[in-house]
Structure formats: structure tokens, C-alpha cells
């Protein structure tokens, strides 16, 4: 009989590392979830020029245009990409708000911005 109990103990202790374990995997993929958002360059302009994200969302620039361009923070320190050719693209996460203005350092008068609430 006493046998029989110990078993049955074992056994509830064995289910309950189980779930803690299921539990625990649950928690840790649901933190990889980032938001995204995606500019396009294409003739000579950045596609949506005023791009509003939550912080903490990674930005895509994909370079759609035949020649290249670059993606430079006003500032020129927060963010700033090596000269991008067809279809390469550069991203950066905005982990702080505020509203960050940027051009393309090869032809300046290409200006847009992006707004972090
Ligand atoms: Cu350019």
C-alpha cells in the first residue's frame, strides 16, 4: 500500500515538471515576436515618407531603385547604411520615441522621416 502511494506521488511530481516545462517554452517564443515595417527607395524617393511604428519596431529599407542609395539619420550617428545597390536593403530598431528625419547621403534632397510613439 505504501508502495502504491510513493508511486502515485512520483508520478503527479513528474506531470507537474512536465507542465512547467511546456509553460516555460510558451513564455520564452511569444518575447521573439518584433514588429516590422518596410520602406521602399524607388525613383529617387523613400516610400512611405512619413513612416509612424511603435517603439521597439525594426524598420526595413529595401533599395527598389536601379542606383544607389543610402539611409542616413540626420544626425548621422543613430543610424546610417553603406551605399545600398538593387535590392539590398539595411534596417535599424527604434527602441526610443521621437520623430528621426534621415536622407540619402548620395542625393540629399531625398528626405523622409520616421515617427517613434
Ligand atoms: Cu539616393
Same mark, same amino acid.
Given at each position: 500500500?505504501?508502495? *502504491?502511494?510513493?508511486?502515485?506521488?512520483?508520478?503527479?511530481?513528474?506531470?507537474? /515538471?512536465?507542465?512547467?516545462?511546456?509553460?516555460?517554452?510558451?513564455?520564452?517564443?511569444?518575447?521573439?515576436?518584433?514588429? *516590422?515595417?518596410?520602406?521602399? /527607395?524607388?525613383?529617387?524617393?523613400?516610400?512611405?515618407? $512619413?513612416?509612424?511604428?511603435?517603439?521597439?519596431?525594426?524598420?526595413?529599407?529595401?533599395?527598389?531603385?536601379?542606383?544607389?542609395?543610402?539611409?542616413?539619420?540626420?544626425? *548621422?550617428? +543613430?543610424?546610417?547604411?553603406?551605399?545600398?545597390?538593387?535590392?539590398?536593403?539595411?534596417?535599424?530598431?527604434?527602441? *526610443? $520615441?521621437?520623430?528621426?528625419?534621415?536622407?540619402?547621403?548620395?542625393?540629399?534632397?531625398? +528626405?523622409?522621416?520616421?515617427?517613434?510613439?
Amino acid at each position: 500500500m505504501i508502495r *502504491k502511494e510513493r508511486y502515485l506521488a512520483a508520478a503527479i511530481l513528474a506531470a507537474a /515538471i512536465a507542465a512547467a516545462v511546456v509553460s516555460t517554452a510558451r513564455a520564452g517564443s511569444s518575447e521573439t515576436d518584433n514588429a *516590422k515595417s518596410e520602406v521602399k /527607395i524607388d525613383n529617387f524617393s523613400f516610400a512611405p515618407g $512619413e513612416l509612424t511604428v511603435a517603439k521597439g519596431t525594426t524598420v526595413l529599407w529595401v533599395n527598389r531603385d536601379d542606383i544607389p542609395h543610402t539611409v542616413v539619420s540626420d544626425d *548621422k550617428t +543613430t543610424f546610417k547604411s553603406k551605399p545600398l545597390d538593387t535590392d539590398d536593403s539595411f534596417s535599424y530598431t527604434f527602441s *526610443k $520615441e521621437g520623430t528621426y528625419t534621415y536622407f540619402c547621403s548620395i542625393h540629399p534632397k531625398m +528626405t523622409a522621416k520616421v515617427v517613434v510613439k
